[in-house]
Nanobody
Framework: QVHLVESGGGLVQAGGSLRLSCAAS????????MGWFRQAPGKEREFVAV????????YYVDSVKGRFTISRDNAENTVYLQMNSLKPEDTAVYYC????????????????????WGQGTQVTVSS
């Protein structure tokens, strides 16, 4: 079982930066691939970034490549999403999620691939 709590959201002007954090409970955090998703009003939940349980692999949706960086600190049971050069279209509720299977190398970009979710944190980017 993994319990996730996000923090770090807020209101920022276009071009600004935010760093989201996701604190996880459970001794097995290091064995889970971790993802960040976002959901804007009236839209489906969208994959943003993922970091493998091995830490060696990261993937991003094209719209955030070069601006967002996902990282994790297994000693602190925390995953981060550094967001730079923010745009109004980045406005959404951001969720972190743990893959439904430990040590997984399977699909990672669909919400159904994840078994544990945080409550979400609002990110609003003004123009």
């Amino acid at each position: 079982q993994v319990h996730l709590v996000e923090s770090g959201g807020g209101l920022v002007q276009a071009g600004g930066s935010l760093r989201l954090s996701c604190a996880a409970s459970g001794r097995t955090f290091s064995s889970y691939t971790m993802g960040w998703f976002r959901q804007a009003p009236g839209k489906e939940r969208e994959f943003v970034a993922v970091i493998s349980w091995t830490v060696s692999n990261t993937y991003y949706v094209d719209s955030v490549k070069g601006r967002f960086t996902i990282s994790r600190d297994n000693a602190e049971n925390t995953v981060y999403l550094q967001m730079n050069s923010l745009k109004p279209e980045d406005t959404a509720v951001y969720y972190c999620a743990a893959h439904k299977l430990p040590y997984s190398t399977s699909s990672y970009y669909r919400p159904v691939d994840y078994g544990y979710w945080g409550q979400g944190t609002q990110v609003t980017v003004s123009s």
